[in-house]
């Protein structure tokens, strides 16, 4: 079963908007990634936020935790026609053998 | 560094035809995973290997069988290849020190 479920399903927005993705998880946690994948390529990872954490930036990349409603959001400031992409979120319960399980993802078009 | 790469990178099979898809990551990592992406469902771990010699199932792992060659290699067996295998396959290997994962440029297949 999917942990991770992003919405929405698609977004669509001009460049120089800010682009806002949402996740919600079923367990808990002990920390949460987002990947970003251009279409027909693999994921590559963007961001990573822990359990004890509510906030992180990444230069253009805002993510917030709520472990209480087991949900995250990605935000990407200043939108530009080159993050057009894919964008998933993935939850890693813990445990000795890491896992990640990765939600349906939020597909982002930017447009000029 | 390649990172995390994959062969072939296009495959078409006939119902029951065999095949093993490779995989090799130059990170020195320890743990490596193979994924399925179907459309509409995200990412399914098929299996993962916490550490050379060590092998374990995911979630969709029936009809596969991995190989951990060595520290660097992970394969993923198709015995009899069937249409509902048809799907693009990810490797991707764990960075323990980020917690983060490596994905490789995935191999598309098609099963007829």
């Known amino acids: 079963s999917q942990q991770g479920e992003e919405d929405p399903q698609a977004l669509s927005i001009q460049e120089g908007e800010n682009a806002t993705m949402n996740c919600s998880y079923k367990t808990s946690i002990n920390n949460l990634q987002w990947y970003r994948q251009n279409s027909g390529r693999g994921l590559v990872h963007l961001i990573l936020i822990r359990s004890n954490e509510r906030e992180k930036h990444s230069g253009r990349l805002r993510v917030t935790l709520d472990t209480s409603k087991k949900s995250s959001s990605l935000l990407i400031t200043a939108s530009r026609a080159a993050d057009t992409a894919s964008y998933f979120c993935a939850a890693n319960s813990g445990g000795s053998n890491y896992k990640l399980t990765f939600g349906k993802g939020t597909l982002l078009t930017v447009n000029p | 560094n390649a990172g995390v790469t994959q062969t072939p990178k296009f495959q078409v099979l006939k119902t029951g035809q065999s095949m093993t898809l490779q995989c090799a990551q130059d990170?020195?990592?320890?743990?490596m995973y193979w994924y399925r992406q179907d459309p509409g469902m995200g990412l399914r771990l098929i299996y993962y290997s916490a550490s050379e010699g060590t092998t374990d199932k995911g979630e969709v792992p029936n009809g596969y069988n991995v190989s951990r060659l060595n520290k660097r290699e992970f394969s993923l067996r198709l015995e009899s290849a069937a249409p509902s295998q048809t799907s693009v396959y990810f490797c991707?290997?764990?960075?323990?020190?980020?917690?983060?994962?490596?994905f490789g440029p995935g191999t598309r297949l098609t099963v007829l």
């Open positions: 991707a290997s764990r960075d323990l020190n980020t917690d983060t994962q490596y």
């Open positions: 990170m020195n990592h320890n743990s």
